[in-house]
């Protein structure tokens, strides 16, 4: 047992505060936005879309036949978006031989980054060069290797396009923000732990503003062939 004269014990003593001597900080959040399986929410969200959105994997997706002689069988329900593949190229500056490398999962967060803006009262100009974290909560990276499948050639995007990193990157480097960017894949805790990490780069004053997002596509149904 350490006694009085110990160096550890004095050690530890010696940095115990007699108080607890701390600043709380509060975080704000002041725009939100959902993008769910059957349309749009806003910051006050609802399960009841969610569930009335489950259905069969649409042929967009895959087909729900296994191959001839196959005793595999896939899942055959879920809630997927629509047009996931859809978006805007000019707007965010993007080349056509850009837009088709880039992941669909890139494609959604700067769309809804846009009308997340926008719900803050701000615009992109005001926004560019502003001192903000991103952090992006991402787990999959499906699209790329559908790219590969499908023949289509590869370029100089396609790394870029494909890489879970460079989705907070995408997201700064497009809006002009100034901050700390960071890609987390934690799996199903990636957006929760994304959140998390925003807010702690504004209570380390990391920085003036942080946007936090989470993303997840299923395209292909490997994952779920049993």
Not at 9 to 17: F, H, I, Q, R
Not at 22 to 38: G, I, L, Q
Not at 141 to 165: A, D, K
């Amino acid at each position: 047992v350490p006694g009085k004269d110990d160096p550890v014990e004095s050690l530890c003593s010696s940095s115990l505060p007699n108080t607890l001597d701390f600043e709380v900080r509060t975080v704000m959040v002041y725009a939100a936005w959902c993008d769910a399986s059957v349309g749009v929410m806003g910051v006050h969200l609802d399960c009841t879309p969610l569930k009335e959105g489950l259905g069969t994997v649409p042929f967009s997706r895959w087909d729900l036949e296994p191959p001839n002689g196959s005793s595999t069988m896939q899942m055959r329900f879920g809630g997927f978006m629509q047009d996931v593949d859809m978006w805007d190229i000019k707007l965010f500056g993007v080349s056509q031989s850009e837009g088709v490398q880039t992941d669909s999962q890139q494609r959604m967060l700067m769309k809804n980054v846009v009308t997340a803006l926008s719900h803050g009262g701000e615009t992109l100009a005001a926004v560019r060069g502003c001192d903000r974290s991103v952090v992006v909560g991402i787990s999959t990276i499906e699209y790329v290797h559908m790219v590969g499948r499908s023949g289509t050639p590869t370029n100089t995007y396609t790394s870029l396009g494909g890489s879970l990193s460079v989705a907070c990157g995408r997201l700064s480097y497009t809006f002009g923000f100034s901050g700390p960017s960071y890609s987390v894949d934690t799996a199903c805790s990636a957006s929760l732990v994304s959140t998390h990490m925003a807010s702690s780069t504004l209570q380390n004053v990391e920085s003036e503003s942080s946007l936090s997002a989470g993303v997840q596509h299923t395209l292909t149904p490997q994952p779920f062939v049993v």
